[in-house]
Structures are given as structure tokens and as C-alpha cells.
């Protein structure tokens, strides 16, 4: 037997619901009435409500002296308001009513003393439902979830409404005033209670009851559809976790490499299986629509991925469900929302075939590296009107920052003065904080560079540490050796000459995402700062050091230093990783990630920065500039995701803005819709990326209802 349990606050809709759910078949419980039925029936409960709250009409004292209303340790046990709530020796409703609702204690007695017989006689009608070939029943109840009966519902439904609408409805209904509609109301848990404790929340605010009814059947036909389908649904997303599909060489008919055209064959093949008719672009990206064209939706994903790196506990390539995880490169990031949209359309197409409007599913090959893929589909074909990607969290990213990412460098003459620095390697890709960095240099003897790295790494929190920096003695024609001297360092007697004699510096710190810089703690940033402050021999290719400590020093995330600072109300400040740099005796290069406000695009950002490094003698090689994406928040596309994820999780939903860049950012009104739940962190591009199985099949869950809420 399938049970959905309804639940929520007085005069919210739950019976609207249950009336709706008989529709489609379900066996309607009512709590309220079933107890109404047994205050007529049922002579042991109608006499245990009259031993608490009658005592009004017992007659006066006992023989002992006491009255009827007395407790056995002498207090009162009556409510201090009038109690009699017969009328002719019957249980008179209003009146009990009037007794309860202004009193907290007296209404949870009377909760206490009837929930065992209302449930008993409900577990009762289902045990006979199901003798008669029945399935499925929906159990409604305003204390459902204090009496545990949730726990024996395969889902809950919560029921919400706005208070005003509630205060109307119970003073048409019961006949009661506004003070007693309000009574009733606050006798009873806050809607947060229920959000909280409710698989599926809906909030009956609907412009008429049928869309409301519609929005209870559609709750549970979605929910029954996917936990019949789940177990499908992982086996599929086995199956395209397989293919490791990093970019690769452009070979005929696989433009970003054979792993990742294979990876686009298994959507295709995954796609045709389950009817999907599918469009193949350029072997770049694959489509498949469903109801009346053109589609009034898109969905976008992809199904490429990073490379798998090390220290995995699992095959990154493998598929595995452990404590209820879902472990492999590319199960969130985004072959796990891949399937979840693929199976959200399936659900859709079986459920709700009359579709008005269509949605198209787009699935990509290399967003990973750049949006290669989406640029060139967009040169030939339109994007729905609404594109939502599941590439980044719940509730809706509405806003992607701007990104300004420019390589730059200068170069020098030769200049072997002692101390100096030979080389630095810094970090190896912009949009990521460099949690590594090394320096090579010579002159400066172990035991100082010992008191500097100890310095720094208090004053920067990032481990610096010094070492010999190794190599080889090479003798010349007059003979020599080498030798280690009392700092522990590898050098040359006179006839030879040592390729490192010199010391390692290497700086420790923690890799975050460019768009989080705050989060980590830049290697690269404080090597750099350390080096500068050193008692180098004065040379250009010092003077370059000591400019970048300047233009980038250590916990600067927001750009002062270099004049990009910026930020506003909608997306926050403007962010910046220092990420790359290389150097050695004749040149440097490096390169910067700066994730832009919503304000800066009002600022020339290239003509900026061009300025301040050519006063440090630096030039700027080439640059990747793109402005801010804003998608307004009150669009009627993005009320309706913010409304299904409301519905699902039972948390508010507002829009959130983001330094990251998704498939959406160069389409208008486009926006991110899932999959990371807030604040969450799921090993993206790093070792053990995992999707919570639940999550997993929620996510398709939401994804099948932002359908049927802007297309059906």
C-alpha cells in the first residue's frame, strides 16, 4: 500500500487536496472527519473527552468534598473559562471548540486522548482498501507529524496558504469571528514546522483551485513515477560514467576528441531508448525535443569532464553507490544532471503527454574547455526562449559575474648579480588558487631564508620552507669538487662549478575556485610577497617581483591593489586570483582571474589594468573579457523555478548570484537551476565526486515539474 500523508495548518486546502488525490483513485482519509464519525460512534472516546472537559455539567462536589473537575493531587484540572461543552449530554463541537482553541493544554489533551482511536480507525479503512484490491491512500491530518503517522507514509504532502486567505476561510466556514479564526490559528505549529518535516511542500496561492488540485496530483504522480524508475535511472548514469571524457585531439567525426564524441553516442543511445528522437550537431552537441515545436524550454548540460587526478578511493570511471552516495568523475558535474533532465522529459512525456508548449534537452561536449561546443550551435540555431542549466546550485542562480582573465609578462637582459632569484613556478591555471608554488634562488644563505619563510608563514598562514635545491657538481678542466657546508648546502670547491647551488623555496597553500578566493589561501601570493621583502640584488627582473607584490599582495581578493575593486546590492564584490607565473633569469609571464560585479561592466576593465602594469614596464599578451549575466529575479521563468524548489525542498526560495560561468551566461534570460543544494560540497573537479543518491532522483523530480510548470 502507497501512503501520502497531507498535512499543514487549519484552512490551508488540505481537503482541496484530498479531493483532488480521490480523482486519481486514492482512498481519502480524513482525519477531522473520521474523529467527527466517532464522536458519534465511538462511546470510549466520546466518554474519555467527557471525564477531561465536561465537569461542568457533573452536578457540584463529591461526597468528599471535592469537585469532579478536582485532580487527584487537589488542582484544578478544569479550564478556567467556561467548560461545559455538552448540549442535551452530547458532545456539543463549537462549544469544545471554544475550550481547546484558547488553551494550548487543553487542545493537546484532547489531541492526546483521540489521535489513538482516529488512527486506529484508519489503519483499519486500509487494511480493508488493500482486501479490496486497492493501492494507493492519502492520509490527512494537521498532526500527523506530532503522532508519527509520517513515518508510515511513503511521502507527505505539506499544505500552506496565506494566513488572510485562512483567516477568511475558517470565518465563512465554521461561521467564527476574525479573533476566533486567529485563535484557532496560532492554537496550532507554525507553516515552518510542517515545511520542515514534509517531503513536498505547496503553497495554495494559486490563481484558481483547479491549478491547485492540479499541483497535488501532479506531486504525487511525479513521485510514484520516479520511485518506480530510480534503480533505471542509476544504471544509466553507470553507463556514461564509464566513458572518461576529457577534451582530447580533434580527430574526424570527434572534434574534442574520440572519449568525448563516445560520450555524446552513449546520451544519444540512452535518448533513443527512451523514445527520444535525437539531433546530432556537428558531433559537438546532441538535442532531443519533446511536445509542439519551437520549444518554449531548454534544458542544458554536458557531458564532458575533468580530468580524474589522483587520490580516489574508488575508480573514478566506475560507478558506486556507497552510504548512499554516488561516487565518479562527472556524476555531478554533469552527467548525474544530464540523466536527471533526460528522465525528468521521459517522466513528463508518460505522465503528461498533452503538452502546450515543448522543451528541448541540449546536451554539450565541452564546456569544460571553453563553450566551444554551444558557440558554434548557437551560430546556426536559436535557444528557447527560457534555457535553464543544472551546472550549479539550488534555488536559481540568477546572476553570473563578468570575468576578466588577462595574460601578461615583461622581459630583461640577463643579470647574474647575487642574491637572486633564479626561477618561481606558480600556479598552472587562472581559476584556480595556487596551492602550490616554488622559487629557486642563490645567494642568500639557508639560515636567513630560514627566518623569512618562518615570518611569512605566520604573517600569511601559508607553509613556506626551504630546502637544498639538489643538481650536480660539474668539474672542470682544473679539477674541483663538491661539498656540503654548514647550512647544509650543496656547493663547489675551486676547479668546478655546482648547475644548483642554490636553495628551494616552496610555498604551501589551499586550492579553491577562482570565484571563492576568500576560501582558500594563495601559495603564489605570499611566495612572492616573502621574495619581495628579501634582500635581493637590485635587477629588472626584481623590480617585476617586487611590482607584482605590490599589484597582488597576499589576501587581496577583491582587487584594491591592482584598481578593479568594485561591487554592488544584486552580485556582490568584485573577486581576484593571481593564479599563474612563471620566471626565470630572462622573462616572467603571468596571468590573473578577476569574476567581475554587475557595476564594473560600466568600467573599461583591459584599459584599466593595461595602465597600471604598463607603469610597471608589463604588457598584456592577450585577454578573455566577458560582462556580468543578469536575468532579472521577477521573470515568470524564474518565479517558476524558485516555486518548484520551494515545493520540493520546503526551504524559501530566492535567486543567488555566483563568480562561476555556465553554458547560460551568453544566452539571454537564461539562469542555473540545481544541482548542488546550498553551501554543499560535492568534490567537484576533485577526488571522490560524489551525488547523494536521494538528491539524485530529487533532482529529476524538480526537473519534471519545472516542465509541466512552464510547459503543460
Not at 578511493?313 to 554516488?326: A, N, Q, R, V
Not at 635587477?539 to 587581496?556: N, V, Y
Request: hydrophobic letters at 40%; charged letters at 25%; aromatic letters at 8%.
Amino acid at each position: 500500500m502507497y501512503i501520502i500523508g497531507i498535512t499543514g495548518p487549519i484552512a490551508a486546502g488540505k481537503t482541496l487536496s484530498m479531493q483532488a488525490l480521490a480523482r486519481c483513485g486514492v482512498l481519502p482519509l480524513d482525519c477531522d472527519d473520521i474523529y467527527h464519525e466517532l464522536l458519534l460512534t465511538n462511546t470510549e472516546m466520546t466518554n474519555a473527552i467527557k471525564a477531561r472537559f465536561a465537569c461542568g455539567d457533573s452536578g457540584g462536589d463529591d461526597e468528599g468534598g471535592k469537585s469532579a473537575c478536582d485532580g487527584g493531587d487537589g488542582a484544578d484540572i478544569r479550564n478556567p473559562s467556561d467548560t461545559a461543552i455538552l448540549t442535551d449530554g452530547a458532545i456539543d463541537r463549537k462549544k469544545l471548540g471554544k475550550v481547546v482553541f484558547n488553551d494550548p493544554a487543553a487542545l493537546a489533551d484532547l489531541s492526546e486522548l483521540t489521535h489513538k482511536y482516529v488512527l486506529d480507525e484508519v489503519d483499519r479503512r486500509i487494511l480493508a482498501f488493500e482486501k479490496q484490491g486497492g493501492s494507493v491512500t492519502a492520509v490527512s491530518a494537521i498532526k500527523l507529524i506530532e503522532f508519527g503517522y509520517n513515518k508510515k507514509c511513503d511521502i507527505t504532502i505539506c499544505i500552506t496558504a496565506p494566513i488572510d486567505v485562512r483567516i477568511s476561510r475558517i470565518m465563512e466556514r465554521d461561521r467564527l469571528t476574525r479573533e476566533e479564526a486567529l485563535s484557532r490559528i496560532n492554537a496550532q505549529q507554525q507553516d515552518s514546522f510542517y515545511r520542515e518535516n514534509s517531503d513536498y511542500t505547496l503553497h495554495n496561492d494559486y490563481e484558481n483551485t483547479k491549478k491547485f488540485e492540479e499541483a497535488v496530483m501532479n506531486t504525487y504522480l511525479i513521485d510514484k513515477w520516479f520511485n518506480e524508475h530510480a534503480d533505471e535511472m542509476v544504471a544509466d548514469l553507470g553507463e556514461i560514467i564509464a566513458i572518461n571524457s576529457v577534451r582530447g585531439q580533434r580527430e574526424d567525426g570527434a572534434p574534442f576528441g574520440v572519449k568525448s564524441r563516445e560520450a555524446l553516442s552513449v546520451g544519444q543511445k540512452l535518448l533513443e531508448k527512451h523514445g527520444f528522437e535525437v539531433n546530432v550537431f556537428e558531433d559537438m552537441v546532441i538535442t532531443a525535443n519533446l511536445g509542439p515545436t519551437p520549444p518554449k524550454l531548454g534544458i542544458l548540460t554536458h557531458l564532458d569532464v575533468v580530468e580524474a587526478g589522483e587520490h580516489w578511493d574508488t575508480d573514478p570511471f566506475e560507478l558506486i553507490l556507497k552510504e548512499g552516495k554516488l561516487y565518479g568523475r562527472g556524476v555531478m558535474d554533469n552527467k548525474g544532471p544530464a540523466i536527471a533532465t533526460m528522465y525528468a522529459a521521459y517522466c513528463v512525456r508518460e505522465l503528461f503527454p498533452d503538452l502546450t508548449h515543448g522543451v528541448q534537452l541540449i546536451f554539450g561536449s565541452s564546456e569544460e574547455t571553453g563553450f566551444d561546443d554551444i558557440a558554434q550551435y548557437m551560430k546556426k540555431n536559436a535557444m528557447p526562449p527560457n534555457v535553464f542549466s543544472p551546472d550549479a546550485a539550488f534555488p536559481v542562480v540568477n546572476i553570473e559575474k563578468g570575468r576578466f582573465m588577462p595574460a601578461f609578462g615583461a622581459k630583461w637582459e640577463k643579470d647574474t648579480a647575487l642574491p637572486r632569484i633564479i626561477s618561481i613556478q606558480g600556479g598552472k591555471t587562472p581559476n584556480i588558487v595556487p596551492n602550490n608554488a616554488v622559487a629557486v634562488i642563490e645567494g642568500i644563505s639557508k639560515k636567513d631564508v630560514e627566518a623569512f619563510c618562518e615570518k611569512f608563514s605566520a604573517k600569511t598562514g601559508v607553509t613556506l620552507r626551504v630546502s637544498p635545491d639538489g643538481g650536480e657538481c660539474v668539474v672542470n678542466s682544473d679539477g674541483g669538487n663538491c661539498v656540503v657546508n654548514s647550512d647544509g648546502v650543496a656547493c663547489c670547491t675551486r676547479g668546478s662549478e655546482m648547475t644548483a647551488d642554490r636553495l628551494k623555496i616552496t610555498a604551501s597553500g589551499v586550492a579553491v575556485h577562482a570565484s571563492r578566493p576568500h576560501l582558500g589561501n594563495n601559495a603564489q601570493t605570499a611566495l612572492v610577497e616573502m621574495l619581495a621583502a628579501m634582500p635581493f640584488a637590485k635587477s629588472r627582473g626584481f623590480e617585476c617581483i617586487r611590482a607584482l607584490a605590490r599589484l597582488f599582495p597576499h589576501g587581496d581578493h577583491d582587487g584594491n591593489a591592482i584598481g578593479l575593486s568594485n561591487q554592488d546590492e544584486l552580485s556582490g564584490k568584485t573577486t581576484v586570483n593571481f593564479g599563474v607565473l612563471r620566471y626565470d633569469e630572462l622573462e616572467f609571464s603571468a596571468c590573473f582571474d578577476a569574476r567581475t560585479a554587475i557595476r564594473a561592466d560600466e568600467n573599461d576593465a583591459l584599459e584599466m589594468t593595461r595602465e597600471v602594469l604598463s607603469r610597471e614596464g608589463m604588457k598584456i599578451a592577450y585577454y578573455e573579457l566577458k560582462k556580468s549575466h543578469h536575468t532579472p529575479e521577477d521573470t515568470p521563468f524564474v518565479q517558476a523555478l524558485l516555486r518548484v524548489y520551494e515545493q520540493y525542498t520546503g526551504l524559501n526560495g530566492k535567486c543567488i548570484h555566483m563568480g562561476g560561468l555556465t553554458y547560460v551566461h551568453d544566452i539571454p534570460g537564461g539562469v542555473a537551476f540545481g544541482c548542488t543544494m546550498s553551501a554543499a560540497d560535492n568534490n567537484v573537479h576533485g577526488a571522490n565526486e560524489f551525488f547523494d543518491q536521494k538528491q539524485f532522483i530529487l533532482c529529476a523530480k524538480m526537473f519534471a515539474q519545472a516542465i509541466v510548470e512552464i510547459c503543460k
